[in-house]
T-cell receptor
Framework: AQSVTQLGSHVSVSEGALVLLRCNYSSSVPPYLFWYVQYPNQGLQLLLKYTSAATLVKGINGFEAEFKKSETSFHLTKPSAHMSDAAEYFCAVSDRGSQGNLIFGKGTKLSVKP | EAQVTQNPRYLITVTGKKLTVTCSQNMNHEYMSWYRQDPGLGLRQIYYSMNVEVTDKGDVPEGYKVSRKEKRNFPLILESPSPNQTSLYFC????????????FGQGTRLTVV
């Protein structure tokens, strides 16, 4: 069975600092991996996805993530945080299997201090 | 415009009164899924469907029913809602089983009193 673990339910950074949101996955087959963002009172927006091409994936708004199979990780980074990055971030995994399934982590709420 | 439409967006109801949240997609997607979102718990899958008349339970199916009689629609049914089903609900659809191009509805905020 697939699962996703996001380390840290809350992360706080200063504006201009590095953003690092951690995600580890468990999957019996090579996974697809995703990061979604949810701004307050809004729906889900796809930031980026890994579908077995390049292991370093670039997304919208300056975010990127690196797939590391040996560490079963897919951490999200951004070199310099902006106030507008304050939101909740969800890591998700699908196993490409016959079921057609997308499983989410519990989310990490990012706060950005001025 | 490609979209997933959920209705209603907001609903306040009383315990035990049956309700249905509709989900419709206009992209001819085979795969559809329902999630509930609760603070600190992220999005948990309730049910998913691989095609017409093919559904399966997710992680938190108790108290919910679904049907998939036509490809475009995937309603979520609460036969006897209880306060612990107060939550934000999302429907999603995808053309591929990997959900690499998933579309999400805007969400339905349900309050059961």
């Amino acid at each position: 069975a697939q699962s996703v673990t996001q380390l840290g339910s809350h992360v706080s950074v200063s504006e201009g600092a590095l953003v690092l949101l951690r995600c580890n996955y468990s999957s019996s087959v090579p996974p697809y991996l995703f990061w979604y963002v949810q701004y307050p009172n809004q729906g889900l927006q796809l930031l980026l996805k890994y579908t077995s091409a390049a292991t370093l994936v670039k997304g919208i708004n300056g975010f990127e993530a690196e797939f590391k199979k040996s560490e079963t990780s897919f951490h999200l980074t951004k070199p310099s945080a902006h106030m507008s990055d304050a939101a909740e971030y969800f890591c998700a995994v699908s196993d490409r299997g016959s079921q057609g399934n997308l499983i989410f982590g519990k989310g990490t709420k990012l706060s950005v201090k001025p | 415009e490609a979209q997933v439409t959920q209705n209603p967006r907001y609903l306040i109801t009383v315990t035990g009164k049956k309700l249905t949240v509709t989900c419709s997609q206009n992209m001819n997607h085979e795969y559809m899924s329902w999630y509930r979102q609760d603070p600190g718990l992220g999005l948990r899958q309730i049910y998913y469907s691989m095609n017409v008349e093919v559904t399966d339970k997710g992680d938190v199916p108790e108290g919910y029913k679904v049907s998939r009689k036509e490809k475009r629609n995937f309603p979520l049914i609460l036969e006897s809602p209880s306060p612990n089903q107060t939550s934000l609900y999302f429907c999603a659809s995808s053309a591929d089983r990997g959900f690499t191009e998933a579309f999400f509805g805007q969400g339905t905020r349900l309050t059961v009193v």
